[in-house]
Structure formats: structure tokens, C-alpha cells
T-cell receptor
Framework: GAVVSQHPSRVICKSGTSVKIECRSL??????MFWYRQFPKQSLMLMAT?????????EQGVEKDKFLINHASLTLSTLTVTSAHPEDSSFYIC???????????FGDGTRLSIL | AQTVTQSQPEMSVQEAETVTLSCTYD???????LFWYKQPPSRQMILVIR??????QNATENRFSVNFQKAAKSFSLKISDSQLGDAAMYFC???????????????FGSGTQLTVLP
């Protein structure tokens, strides 16, 4: 149980393109999901907390107009990288937990490459 | 704000031997959770072990065990009988026990790259 599915796993696109990444909890409901960014050989950095039915909470330094988050249902959160540029190339990963005191489970991540 | 420190960027261990990965953290909270996650080259994040701060007993999961020292704010991971499949990046993580949405976020250490030598 507690499976989180993230799609797509790999995206290669041209500069200026907007890219949408989906994060789904397959067998549980998640009122809160988290989006992280990871550069090679570095740790996961929290970008934002996605809240079902309300606005996302962004970490300091993360542009909310650049990284749009929509948590429209209890099983789906989306991250849209708008007008992506090469510096947005990174590994993006989401997580969710079934209940408050349950461990977070992670999606398999999305490797984004902007040419 | 909480911080998590992993002072060993890289570690290596001989197959079948035991290795200990270090983690320290800083918090003013009394109730929280600590985790070790494993990230192999596939970059999946895999939960290895979890510890509740209110529990004095150290968590164990088969070959993986922790040494949780609450007063010292230390949370080390011991891997016994190391296997080639244990090679990965290991992250120590902290999470508050507060139930509100954003407080459930994980704070990660910088990671320790573990190499297992055949």
C-alpha cells in the first residue's frame, strides 16, 4: 500500500516550453503533498507544500509564478514549470503520506532537461 | 527551524561487514520523527527505517538498526552484513510531530554515499 505515482519520468523539451508533472496517490487520499527539487549529488530541497483545495505554500526563494502547483483532488497534485529555461533542468520528486503520522512515500521522480 | 547534518559525504564497507552512518539534528521540539531514506542510482526514495522521538527503544528493520540518542540529538544508522544492493545515497530526515500540513514536511541531511566493496 501507500503508492505514489509520478508522471512523466523523463522530459526533454525546448526552452520556453511549459511542462506539467503529475503526482498521484494511488491507494490513499492525501490532503497534503510535497514537491522537492534535487540537483546531482545533492540533497532534496523542499520547493512547496501542496494543499488540497487551497493555495500551495512555497519555500523562500521559490518563484510561485514559475512553479505552479494545483492540488485539485485528494489524489492528485500537479507541478507546472512555466516557460522553462535550462537552469530549471533538475530532478523533481513528490511525496505524500496517508495520515498525519505516517511516513511519506515518494514518487519515482521526474528528470527534466531543458535544451 | 530544524536542521539535519550528515558529516560523512562518502563511506565504504566491505561486503558482509557492518557500517554506521552518522546523523545529528537540531530542534527545539520534543516530539518528532526521524527517518533514514535510501536513494539508489534509480533515484527512487526508499524508506529504510523510522524512529519516533517519544520511544526510547531503538528501531530495527532486519539488517538495519538505529542508535537514537535524544539528548545528544544523534540518530545513526547501522547496516549489518552489508550487501552489494545496499550501495546507495542515504539521507537522514526529520519531521515534526505537529499535524498541520506544512509541518509534516521532511528536512533532509546532505546525504552519505555508501559504496559496498565486493
Amino acid at each position: 500500500g501507500a503508492v505514489v505515482s509520478q508522471h512523466p519520468s523523463r522530459v526533454i523539451c525546448k526552452s520556453g516550453t511549459s511542462v506539467k508533472i503529475e503526482c498521484r496517490s494511488l491507494d490513499f487520499q492525501a490532503t497534503t503533498m510535497f514537491w522537492y527539487r534535487q540537483f546531482p549529488k545533492q540533497s532534496l530541497m523542499l520547493m512547496a507544500t501542496s494543499n488540497e483545495g487551497s493555495k500551495a505554500t512555497y519555500e523562500q526563494g521559490v518563484e510561485k509564478d514559475k512553479f505552479l502547483i494545483n492540488h485539485a483532488s485528494l489524489t492528485l497534485s500537479t507541478l507546472t514549470v512555466t516557460s522553462a529555461h535550462p537552469e530549471d533542468s533538475s530532478f523533481y520528486i513528490c511525496s505524500a503520506s496517508a495520515r498525519t503520522h505516517q511516513p511519506q512515500h515518494f514518487g519515482d521522480g521526474t528528470r527534466l532537461s531543458i535544451l | 527551524a530544524q536542521t539535519v547534518t550528515q558529516s560523512q559525504p562518502e563511506m565504504s564497507v566491505q561486503e558482509a561487514e557492518t557500517v554506521t552512518l552518522s546523523c545529528t539534528y537540531d530542534t527545539s521540539e520534543s516530539d518528532y520523527y526521524l527517518f533514514w531514506y535510501k536513494q539508489p542510482p534509480s533515484r527512487q526514495m526508499i524508506l529504510v527505517i523510522r524512529q519516533e522521538a517519544y520511544k526510547q527503544q531503538n528501531a530495527t528493520e532486519n539488517r538495519f538498526s538505529v542508535n537514537f540518542q535524544k539528548a545528544a540529538k544523534s540518530f545513526s544508522l547501522k547496516i549489518s552484513d552489508s550487501q552489494l544492493g545496499d550501495a546507495a545515497m542515504y539521507f537522514c530526515a526529520y519531521r515534526s510531530a505537529i499535524s498541520s500540513g506544512s509541518a509534516r514536511q521532511l528536512t533532509f541531511g546532505s546525504g552519505t554515499q555508501l559504496t559496498v566493496l565486493p
